[in-house]
């Protein structure tokens, strides 16, 4: 609970024009609406229908409330989740846009320990990922302390702290954040739209003239490709040479396009930039295996699969179901996956659907 004097600051629902709306500071930064196509019996709807007219009282309760997620997760075989934040940014960026800096602190730990508290509550089956303050990077090297002490098993991260005022996330200013999550053993997340940058092309990517639900289904696609940006940025920073041990997942982000991204960049770099090149200890592709992780669900061609984990890394890669949003496997998620993934062996299986993820997340 935030404290008397912001506690009619800190994000909250107010009735704006007539619509509820979330209101930070006194300013709204966005609806307070459904984010998914999962109705209160377990149909699916329409994207362009359910994300912008559903309210509350339409989405499935899982959605938002953990004791009946965790039926959910129950009646699809699913053991453990991790969660991810969706008013405040994917990656929290929104936050920055009030200039109050002990409210904006405020809030992610208020935001934290709530989370802290669902996945204490959950016996560790809801691992909702803790927000860090990238506006400040002594701020995030305190957070991630304060969170790994309350239990977290990673943190989620905007992947342009440079649009809030901080070093982007090349620069060695970052090196003592980097340390402190390795230290941990807290791995770093990157959801894709995890940041005001990723947002901003996501507004762009598909014609006007297109209609909503085309518009939606484009910039859907390519925000799974705009997290390629992030990982090529982040295998040639230098940033793994100075922290071997750092583990780092692109989220909600597919398969596919990596091993294309990983041989351009490894040429590239060979090509463009030599000298660069010389300077880290391995080519940015041989990075990717040691640091990265990929998350995969609804990639079908089974008869390519085989050869798409053997490029990513049979070690590299988790599963999600990305309940409850419109690209998501509901309502049989476990089941689809199985049938998809027949190609691959029983092992590599195992280790896509659950034992790597008990591994990176101390399960």
């Given at each position: 609970m935030a404290p008397a004097e912001y506690r009619d600051r800190v994000p909250r629902v107010e009735e704006v024009d007539g619509r509820l709306m979330w209101v930070f500071d006194g300013q709204p930064v966005g609806r307070f609406s459904a984010g998914g196509v999962v109705a209160r019996d377990g149909s699916k709807e329409e994207s362009e229908i359910a994300l912008h007219s559903w309210t509350i009282d339409q989405i499935h309760e899982g959605a938002y409330d953990p004791t009946v997620r965790l039926q959910v997760m129950d009646e699809c075989g699913i053991d453990a989740q991790v969660i991810f934040p969706?008013?405040?940014?994917?990656?929290?960026?929104?936050?920055?846009?009030?200039?109050?800096?002990?409210l904006r602190r405020l809030t992610v730990e208020i935001y934290n320990d709530r989370q802290a508290q669902i996945q204490a509550d959950s016996g560790d089956r809801?691992?909702?990922?803790?927000?860090?303050?990238?506006?400040?990077?002594?701020?995030?090297?305190?957070?991630?302390?304060?969170?790994?002490?309350?239990?977290?098993?990673?943190?989620?991260?905007?992947?342009?702290?440079?649009?809030?005022?901080?070093?982007?996330?090349?620069?060695?200013?970052?090196?003592?954040f980097w340390e402190a999550c390795t230290e941990a053993r807290l791995p770093v997340h990157f959801h894709i739209g995890?940041?005001?940058?990723?947002?901003?092309?996501?507004?762009?990517?598909?014609?006007?003239?297109?209609?909503p639900s085309t518009r939606l289904a484009i910039g859907g696609t390519l925000l799974?490709?705009?997290?390629?940006?992030?990982?090529?940025?982040?295998?040639?920073?230098?940033?793994f040479d100075r922290h071997p041990d750092l583990k780092m997942v692109s989220?909600?982000?597919?398969?596919?396009?990596?091993?294309?991204?990983?041989?351009?960049?490894?040429?590239e770099m060979a090509e463009n930039a030599p000298s660069d090149l010389a300077k880290l200890r391995k080519?940015?592709?041989?990075?990717?295996?040691?640091?990265l992780y990929a998350t995969y669900w609804f990639e079908s061609n089974r008869h390519k699969l085989p050869a798409l984990v053997e490029s990513v890394g049979e070690d590299n890669i988790l599963f999600e179901t990305d309940f409850p949003h419109p690209t998501c496997l509901y309502p049989n998620p476990v089941e689809r996956a199985?049938?998809?993934m027949k190609s691959l062996s029983d092992e590599t299986r195992r280790k896509?659907?659950?034992?790597?993820?008990?591994k990176l997340y101390r399960l």
């Open positions: 969706s008013t405040i940014g994917l990656g929290g960026q929104s936050l920055a846009m009030v200039e109050d800096e002990r809801l691992l909702p990922l803790p927000l860090m303050p990238a506006w400040d990077v002594d701020a995030c090297v305190y957070e991630a302390r304060r969170v790994a002490a309350l239990g977290a098993r990673g943190v989620n991260m905007t992947s342009d702290p440079q649009d809030l005022g901080s070093p982007d996330l090349a620069s060695p200013a970052w090196d003592p995890a940041s005001v940058t990723n947002m901003t092309f996501y507004g762009k990517y598909p014609w006007p003239s297109h209609p799974f490709i705009g997290n390629a940006r992030v990982v090529a940025n982040l295998l040639v920073s230098g940033v989220v909600e982000s597919g398969c596919g396009w990596i091993p294309f991204i990983l041989e351009a960049l490894d040429y080519p940015p592709s041989e990075y990717f295996r040691s640091n199985q049938e998809t896509i659907l659950g034992e790597n993820a008990r």
